[in-house]
């Protein structure tokens, strides 16, 4: 976001108070801040009381080698018991646990926490009988059905790391996780619904099987049946990988004996881009982040024994791990999981339907709506709505202010959650019960967070001014490490200034000292809420055997936020490419990537710009795919080009 813009949403001055009947009775009030900042462990500590563990901790955190922490030491606890079985020992196995919406109208399930803990044991003895022991990695590339979360949280029971990989990602991005994380094991589905037809998920896994140099990784390959259409099938019994889910699983015992976990115990790895094209396998452990994340789920939506919580996240990012399936049903909570897309006004039937009390969603999908207009949600009954959170790139106060007028119907809190795959948990939000909101800030870090804004030498840049957002103290649900390599999670998070975790994010503090997040600094975007590195794009045109170079940037987007624009120099044998060049050259991301790269524009240009030392300045490039004045071109090598690229936007190719 340009500062101007920056500055006068700063100047933004309507207020929210939070409704008096919640600020009374808020899960978390106004004395936490102080009360953690005070003694942070404390605060955690006893956030982490509100789950069971088998061998309390000796200590809460040990921070004596950072930047590697470690969380409850010494304790033992077990994920899924957390989510599943203490829920039904306390006598609320009757309560619903989740509200399954496909995408066909009319298919649904209903799974209350015993059924749930059921079928958890089930797939955790048929995973056993697969041959998954403790600390072997199991990949997931599933559609978002009940069977996704239930593959989890068997996983987390067995103490085997599972890596969710986004069902609309290639088969290549599938090998390299398998390949980076070395999983024995892939669960995956024939298909999922997409915008009311099958989509097929195995054929993808069956190539990238092809794509893997060791035998060991994906030996075997579980299926669920979900939309029943044809696939290929190489049997396990007949010495292929192929296994049915409901052969193995419908078949298994419903009594799984839980082993407690140590607290350190790795839960899962979650890749996500980062500023050069490899994607970073980000390692988190069992006990911080149940507690970071349970706790915030409760604090932060004010999670009450009787809400419908629904998060609309796809369970193949962060925010589906975190908070649709770890967070609230560690806390017991009844929520919705629907299997499609936002597409008119089934989401609104859904909230009317099932009586949705907290909504979390993206500002995409919210700017999305508002282009439709109001007409379709007022067609609803949405009354049952209580608090509304919003997550995954910058809100802003139109789309705030309209969210909360009409999804909210004016009486609804908007929180505006900051955080990361990395966190783990929210970071930054205000608390519903105590911050009167204002319209486009993530407002302040949360109690037992400590965030700060930064300028180059690491000093606090105080109150109205901008800088870097960094994290200054260890929290519970943070990152350990990226799987396998230390020495980047090293130079990547901690290496800019001593002891403070650098986010990659620049930030703004307003007079009042709230915070105003402003996007990524360094080369990733943030596309629809998703991470995208403009390294990995590249990589993916130049590996097109008529690209020569490629140079990617995220240029401003009205309803994506960013969207994905590449400039493109072809090879000399390539000639002019040909008619369909731009065309062939998105569905060669898409392919490569998965859907969500493929670039919105393809530029075809005869240079690009570049530094003396050779470096391209995507800075100019940005400005041309958002049709500004080209800025300062004094640096080029040859000043010249930025005209050539012009030309040839003018030229409309
Ligand atoms: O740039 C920030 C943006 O999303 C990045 C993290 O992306 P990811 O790891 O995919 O996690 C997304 C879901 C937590 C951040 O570095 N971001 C996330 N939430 C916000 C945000 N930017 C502004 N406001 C937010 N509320």
Not at 74 to 85: E, F, L, M, Q
Not at 265 to 294: A, E, N
């Amino acid at each position: 976001m340009a500062d101007e813009t920056l500055s006068n949403l700063m100047k933004e001055d309507r207020r929210f108070e939070p409704p008096a009947e919640l600020a009374e009775h808020a899960n978390v009030k106004e004395e936490a801040y102080a009360r953690a900042e005070d003694d942070p462990e404390a605060f955690w500590a006893e956030a982490a009381e509100r789950l069971d563990w088998g061998q309390k901790w000796d200590q809460v955190l040990d921070w004596s080698n950072p930047p590697f922490a470690q969380w409850f030491v010494g304790g033992t606890i077990n994920a899924a018991v957390n989510c599943v079985d203490r829920h039904v020992a306390a006598g609320n196995g009757d309560k619903v646990a989740l509200h399954w919406v496909g995408e066909p109208e009319d298919d649904t399930r209903d799974l209350t926490y015993s059924q749930l803990k059921d079928e958890v044991c089930k797939a955790a003895n048929a995973l056993a009988e697969l041959g998954v022991q403790k600390g072997d990695r199991v990949a997931i590339y599933m559609p978002m059905i009940p069977e996704t979360a239930i593959a989890m949280l068997a996983c987390a029971r067995l103490g085997a790391p599972h890596t969710v990989v986004f069902g609309g990602f290639s088969a290549d991005a599938l090998a390299s996780r398998v390949t980076d994380c070395g999983a024995k094991v892939v669960i995956t589905a024939d298909g999922g619904y997409r915008r009311g037809a099958p989509s097929a998920l195995k054929p993808a896994v069956d190539e990238a099987v092809t794509k893997l140099d060791d035998d060991s990784l994906a030996a075997t390959v579980l299926v669920v049946r979900r939309t029943g259409q044809d696939v290929d099938w190489n049997a396990r019994s007949d010495g292929g990988r192929d296994v049915w889910w409901h052969d193995v699983v419908d078949a298994a015992s419903a009594e799984h004996e839980p082993e407690l976990h140590d607290s350190e115990h790795p839960l899962f790895v979650m890749y996500t881009s980062g500023s050069t094209g490899k994607p970073k396998g980000i390692l988190h452990t069992t006990g911080g982040y149940l507690t970071g994340t349970s706790f915030t789920h409760w604090e932060v939506f004010d999670l009450k024994d009787d809400d419908v919580y629904w998060c609309t996240a796809d369970v193949g990012w962060i925010t589906g791990h975190s908070y649709m399936v770890y967070g609230p049903l560690a806390n017991g909570a009844t929520q919705v999981m629907f299997e499609g897309t936002p597409e008119k006004g089934r989401w609104w039937q859904i909230v009317q339907d099932l009586k949705v009390t907290i909504f979390y969603t993206a500002p995409t999908a919210i700017r999305t709506f508002m282009k439709q207009g109001r007409e379709i949600p007022d067609g609803y009954d949405m009354s049952s709505l209580r608090l509304l959170g919003s997550v995954g790139e910058p809100i802003n106060p139109e789309a705030y202010v309209w969210y909360r007028e009409v999804i909210g119907g004016d009486r609804c809190p908007v929180v505006d959650t900051w955080w990361q795959t990395e966190t783990g948990q929210i970071m930054i939000s205000p608390l519903p019960g105590v911050t009167a909101g204002k319209p486009g800030s993530a407002m302040k870090a949360l109690p037992g967070v400590a965030a700060d804004v930064v300028d180059d030498e690491a000093r606090s840049v105080g109150h109205g001014a901008g800088g870097y957002l960094v994290l200054k103290k260890p929290w519970p649900a943070m990152l350990r490490t990226l799987w396998g390599d230390d020495q980047r999670f090293k130079d990547t998070y901690w290496s800019r200034w001593e002891g403070l975790y650098f986010a990659g994010d620049g930030a703004k503090l307003d007079d009042d000292g709230d915070i105003w997040l402003l996007g990524r600094v360094d080369d990733v975007m943030n596309v629809s809420g998703h991470r995208l590195s403009t390294t990995e794009i590249e990589s993916a045109l130049v590996s097109h055997p008529k690209v020569a170079e490629a140079a990617v940037v995220g240029a401003a987007d009205d309803t994506t936020g960013q969207a994905v624009c590449a400039f493109v120099i072809l090879r000399e044998s390539a000639g002019d490419g040909g008619p369909d060049i731009v065309e062939e050259l998105r569905k060669h991301v898409a392919h490569e990537i998965g859907a969500i790269a493929k670039p919105r524009q393809v530029m075809v240009v005869p240079e690009l710009p570049k530094t003396r030392s050779g470096k391209i300045m995507r800075r100019l490039l940005k400005d041309v795919a958002e049709h500004r004045e080209v800025g300062d071109v004094t640096t080029l090598a040859d000043s010249t080009v930025m005209d050539l690229i012009k030309d040839k936007e003018g030229s409309g190719s």
